[in-house]
């Protein structure tokens, strides 16, 4: 049984020319990263033990071996970002792997138009994430005291008497948590809007939990851009400005990039 190939991303076959190919260690930790060239695009690869590194043996990996899942995610994570810095690199999912160079050159040929589009898109261009997050307890007391509705309902339960009160409050409390994510919404598919002079293409991602992002406040949006390079600057001092003018009502804004171009370059 022959080797298998894993495959970390896709680059234009010109730009390999360029500059020389840096030794970087494989998915085994032992065998050297190279490229396949076919024809206008190069594949970034290593080889893999077919026996120790099968589809059953992996998927046990990944289900029972968090140790092991961590260390060979980073590996790829970390190589992928290291030749996204030197190349125009269309990136592969972790643990994309091929029987034999024949089954990769096949579908690279297949997906030739698509390749070359994504190139192309890519080229000059940046992929940066931005999260928002927000102190809902900072925002809350601004949206119980400037929102129009609530102001209202407030006022109306101030008339009634003390015994409906009570129960009226109670619907009061679930009005203005209801005002407060509308708002953190708002503000944040305006900064989004706001953002997109920046940016070629920007999408919208699910939010974190804090269980995952570790932090107090909550997260209220999650987006991917796509950036000229020439942009990217002027981007940042825009969040940066966003940061200062809304830190005080419990605004916080997290940038960060550049990363691989998962988002704008899906290749199967």
């Given amino acids: 049984m022959g080797d298998l190939i894993y495959l970390y991303g896709l680059i234009p076959?010109?730009?390999?020319?360029?500059?020389?190919?840096?030794s970087f260690k494989g998915f085994d930790g032992e065998r050297e990263i190279y490229t396949l060239s076919f024809g206008?695009?190069?594949?970034?690869?290593?080889q893999?033990?077919?026996?120790?590194?099968?589809?059953?043996?992996?998927?046990?990996?990944?289900?029972?071996?968090?140790?092991?899942?961590?260390?060979?995610?980073?590996?790829?994570?970390?190589?992928?970002?290291a030749f996204s810095k030197m190349y125009t690199v269309v990136p592969l999912k972790f643990c994309t792997i091929y029987k034999n160079e024949e089954s990769l050159m096949n579908t690279v040929q297949t997906n030739q138009d698509k390749l070359n589009s994504a190139f192309s898109l890519?080229?000059?261009?940046?992929?940066?994430n931005l999260k928002i997050y927000c102190d809902d307890s900072l925002l809350k007391d601004q949206v119980s005291k400037s929102n129009p509705a609530i102001e209202?309902?407030?006022?109306?339960?101030?008339?009634?008497?003390?015994?409906?009160?009570?129960?009226?409050?109670?619907?009061?409390d679930k009005l203005i948590d209801s005002e407060l994510e509308e708002e953190k919404t708002r503000?944040?598919?305006?900064?989004?809007?706001?953002?997109?002079?920046?940016?070629?293409?920007?999408?919208?991602?699910?939010?974190?939990s804090k269980d995952v992002t570790g932090k107090d406040e909550n997260m209220t949006w999650n987006s991917v851009y796509l950036i000229p390079k020439s942009d990217v600057e002027p981007?940042?001092?825009?969040?940066?400005?966003?940061?200062?003018?809304?830190?005080?009502?419990?605004w916080q804004f997290a940038a960060s990039g550049p990363w691989p171009a998962y988002h704008f370059s899906s290749f199967s």
């Fill in 13 to 22: 076959t010109e730009e390999t020319t360029e500059q020389s190919f840096p």
């Fill in 40 to 46: 206008s695009t190069t594949a970034i690869v290593c």
């Fill in 48 to 81: 893999l033990n077919a026996e120790e590194y099968s589809e059953e043996n992996i998927k046990e990996k990944i289900n029972d071996d968090m140790e092991w899942l961590q260390e060979k995610a980073f590996h790829h994570h970390e190589t992928v970002v």
């Fill in 122 to 128: 890519l080229a000059g261009n940046e992929e940066w």
């Fill in 152 to 172: 209202e309902k407030r006022a109306q339960i101030s008339e009634l008497p003390k015994g409906r009160q009570f129960f009226e409050k109670k619907k009061l």
């Fill in 187 to 208: 503000i944040s598919e305006k900064i989004h809007f706001q953002l997109k002079e920046f940016v070629l293409q920007g999408n919208v991602k699910r939010n974190w």
């Fill in 235 to 250: 981007f940042l001092e825009k969040i940066q400005q966003y940061e200062k003018d809304m830190k005080e009502t419990g």
